[in-house]
């Protein structure tokens, strides 16, 4: 069996697209601006911001949904935009908490 691993990284963002639901980004079209932005001296966008919605929506979140999340999550598409830090090997674990309830 493989050991699972996580990498804890250093990430440089950049330019950022802010979001405010999940939607399906491609990056060659997505994160490029349009001509009149580029003559203003806009730079395209290097990763992707999606924002707490105010209802802290989401899957499962019962705030409405519609995409939203409820902590910021940020996407990058470059892994020269990444350098890793730490690589841990996990391994899950069952916690039994009190009132019977199982942690996995």
Do not use: W
Not at 13 to 30: C, F, M, S, T
């Amino acid at each position: 069996m493989l050991q699972p691993l996580m990498l804890l990284c250093d990430v440089e963002l950049g330019n950022r697209l802010e979001q405010r639901a999940a939607r399906d980004i491609e990056p060659a079209v997505h994160l490029q601006r349009g001509l009149l932005p580029r003559l203003f001296g806009q730079r395209p966008f290097d990763s992707v911001q999606v924002v707490p919605s105010p209802s802290g929506g989401g899957a499962g979140g019962g705030g409405g949904g519609g995409g939203g999340v409820r902590v910021p999550e940020f996407v990058v598409y470059r892994t020269d935009q990444a350098v890793v830090r730490y690589v841990l090997a996990v391994r899950k674990v069952h916690a039994h908490l009190s009132g019977g309830a199982e942690l996995v």
